[in-house]
């Protein structure tokens, strides 16, 4: 059944080309049948089989559209407790924090840039990922006119590379909030001396007012029940001449609940938002300055990542175990893959409260 199945994706069980699959347990097939992509996750972890090419094989299944004949009961219920509870809400704001961005520098500082700058790089004009991800951030500097004395505010600030970067380079003056506590350690240690405050805190809380604000791949943890509310504390925080640059990843489809596999194992309480869901919630008080998407440079990105982590593996092999190189291995190229089937989007949207006078001028 599973065989047939992924004959549109032209992938074979068994089979010898680099994105064909190699089952080493019989069961793997029944498994992925009754849980879908949490089935598919799982065995793979399990060593119940391997891939050469795991993200070509991903891409053509995606592509395929056969992940959506794949239904698991834990979608179901996930869906029904989303209706049920707001699953992102301030009192579990921070669980993500601790089950993701906190598992352990160690880990991101080997894949990541120097900055250590945790979303989708720029790569017109870059040859490697300390250049593109540098290249983005001052893509976002000039499609905000940053210019110094600015308050800024970073929701989802990271490991503080971005404020470091704004600080240093445009003169601006930034607070940065995370519901990572290692994040946040690391932050301040990062940006010691410059005018960067870094603060461990959920953005519902914030009070005060900036000229600029932007968040970074911070979105997809908002969750589709407060998308309104999101926007309209930006409203609040952000000066009635200012812009408000959302970076995120979007989805083709607007969803209630995610990915069963990357819910249980990634990132818990997470959501992509789609244009509909993003436009219903923008539409009360904002003016959409800019549309800029570049997914396709997530792509590159993820692969960028994914070297990094195994060419520097055998440095934190004995503390993370392999299974956990499995499962990281799969999301990497999961998500790469989804990219290039064009599944996800990357988007960066520019926002005003009333309207550029005479209009935005777009930068790229």
């Not at 080309?17 to 080493?24: F, G, N, T």
């Not at 945790?118 to 593109?132: G, H, I, K, M, V």
């Not at 997809?220 to 930006?234: I, L, S």
């Not at 997914?295 to 503390?319: K, M, N, V």
Request: charged share 25%; net charge positive; proline share 4%.
């Amino acid at each position: 059944m599973l065989a047939e199945l992924l004959e549109p994706a032209d992938v074979v069980l068994g089979g010898e080309r680099p994105w064909d699959i190699v089952v080493h347990e019989p069961r793997m097939a029944a498994r992925v049948l009754a849980q879908g992509s949490l089935g598919a996750g799982e065995s793979y972890m399990d060593g119940w089989w391997d891939c050469e090419r795991l993200d070509e094989m991903l891409t053509r299944v995606l592509r395929s559209d056969i992940d959506r004949r794949l239904r698991s009961t834990r979608v179901l219920r996930t869906a029904l407790l989303a209706k049920l509870r707001n699953p992102q809400s301030p009192r579990r704001a921070f669980i993500v924090g601790r089950s993701h961005y906190d598992i352990g520098d160690d880990l991101y500082e080997r894949m990541l840039d120097a900055r250590m700058i945790y979303s989708c790089a720029w790569w017109p004009r870059a040859s490697t990922l300390d250049e593109a991800q540098e290249h983005k951030l001052d893509l976002v500097c000039r499609k905000l006119g940053l210019a110094p004395g600015m308050r800024v505010l970073d929701i989802g600030c990271g490991w503080g590379g971005a404020a470091q970067f704004a600080a240093e380079r445009y003169g601006v003056t930034v607070t940065g909030i995370t519901v990572s506590e290692h994040q946040a350690a690391r932050a301040r240690a990062r940006c010691k001396g410059l005018p960067v405050e870094i603060r461990l805190e959920d953005y519902r809380r914030l009070t005060g007012r900036y000229d600029r604000i932007w968040s970074l791949g911070m979105f997809e943890h908002v969750g589709a029940r407060n998308y309104r509310g999101y926007f309209a504390k930006v409203h609040e925080l952000l000066a009635p001449d200012g812009l408000f640059l959302l970076h995120t990843i979007g989805s083709n489809r607007s969803v209630s609940v995610t990915d069963p596999w990357i819910e249980k194992y990634i990132f818990p309480n997470s959501m992509l938002p789609s244009i509909a869901q993003i436009a219903r919630a923008a539409e009360p008080g904002w003016v959409l300055e800019d549309w800029h998407g570049f997914g396709p440079h997530y792509d590159r990105t993820l692969l960028e990542w994914h070297q990094r982590f195994e060419a520097r593996w055998s440095e934190i092999a004995a503390r993370y175990g392999e299974r956990f190189r499995r499962m990281w291995h799969f999301w990497l190229l999961t998500s790469a893959a989804s990219f290039r089937a064009r599944r996800n989007q990357l988007w960066q949207f520019v926002f005003s409260p009333k309207g550029v006078p005479g209009g935005y001028e777009a930068v790229r």
